[in-house]
Every structure is written in C-alpha cells, then in structure tokens.
Nanobody
Framework: QVQLVESGGGLVQAGGSLRLSCAASRSIDSFTVMEWYRQPPGQQRELVATRGYGGSIYYAVSVRGRFTISEDNAKNTMYLQMNSLKREDTAVYYC???????????WGRGTQVTVSS
C-alpha cells in the first residue's frame, strides 16, 4: 500500500506564497501520473496540477502562472509552489499518485491552505 503525506499548508495573507509537499512511501519514479487536487469549503474537489506521462505538466487555468509543480526523486517528494495566493485558493489540498491507469489512484489525507485578505 502506498502512503502519500501532504504538508506545508497553513494560513497566509493574500499575495503570499506557500510550498506544499507530498512525500511518498516509495519512489515517485514508479508513478506514471501524480496530481494535486483541492477542495474549497462547500465546493467540489477540483484538479489543480498534473505531472503526467513523460513529464508533461498541466495546470488548471485558475492557477496557471502562479503555481508550479516539481519533484525531488531523491526525497520521493512532489511539491506545489504556490505564489500570489488569492482568497479563492483557500482549500484542502490533496496529492494523488497512479501507477496503473485501470486502478484508482492513491490519495493523501490533505493539507489545509487558508488565504486571508
């Protein structure tokens, strides 16, 4: 069973930055797809960023130009650098990892990000 642990969330003022981490219990090279999702309060979960096959990167329009996904293979960790944060970025952020397109991805438990005005 793969374990994913998110960290780095917290309270930040609008315009500030945070870096989220997603530590995996095994090599992240083994995952074909890793993603960040978020769930704002009272809303549905939404995709934020994807590291896909061959290292392709996708960002949701709402975060494009502000958020950056990266990885440190030596630490088995994926990051989400979030700059120029807005109140609407307030959410619980989750990371996922997939090694089988026919199976459900692994999910972490999430980390809370709160952006104040």
């Amino acid at each position: 069973q793969v374990q994913l642990v998110e960290s780095g969330g917290g309270l930040v003022q609008a315009g500030g930055s945070l870096r989220l981490s997603c530590a995996a219990s095994r090599s992240i090279d083994s995952f074909t797809v890793m993603e960040w999702y978020r769930q704002p309060p009272g809303q549905q979960r939404e995709l934020v960023a994807t590291r896909g096959y061959g290292g392709s990167i996708y960002y949701a329009v709402s975060v494009r130009g502000r958020f950056t996904i990266s990885e440190d293979n030596a630490k088995n960790t994926m990051y989400l650098q979030m700059n120029s944060l807005k109140r609407e970025d307030t959410a619980v952020y989750y990371c996922t990892a997939s090694d089988d397109p026919d199976a459900r991805p692994f999910w972490g438990r999430g980390t809370q990000v709160t952006v104040s005005s």
